[in-house]
């Protein structure tokens, strides 16, 4: 991520879906980047490192706002109240229908 822009390193597709790989090594903005939590109860730290307070979440639509190392920054509404925190890389799974690669 540069400025507010994530790099695209590798795109994945499922067979027989259409073509994306030309997205390799593009830029895409960070407002644009939302994914949903991968697992019921996640911790959302406040702080960057694991030694950081946390709470626990439940799924959720998030969207990316600040990214760290391996740490997410994320953003989402909860009963009208936008809730801010950071989560490991574990809970970053973009892809609901199968498991991550870590």
Not at 11 to 31: D, E, M
Request: hydrophobic residues 35%.
């Amino acid at each position: 991520m540069d400025s507010g822009w994530f790099k695209v390193d590798h795109v994945y597709a499922f067979p027989n879906t259409k073509t994306i790989n030309q997205l390799s090594g593009s830029y895409i903005p960070i407002k644009n980047v939302w994914f949903n939590l991968n697992e019921e109860n996640v911790k959302l730290f406040s702080q960057p490192n694991e030694n950081s307070s946390h709470q626990m979440v439940e799924f959720q639509r998030v969207r990316v706002i600040e990214v760290k190392g391996n740490w997410s920054k994320i953003e989402y509404l909860l009963n009208d109240r936008k809730i801010t925190g950071w989560i490991q890389k574990e809970d970053q799974c973009g892809m609901p229908w199968t498991a991550c690669n870590y």
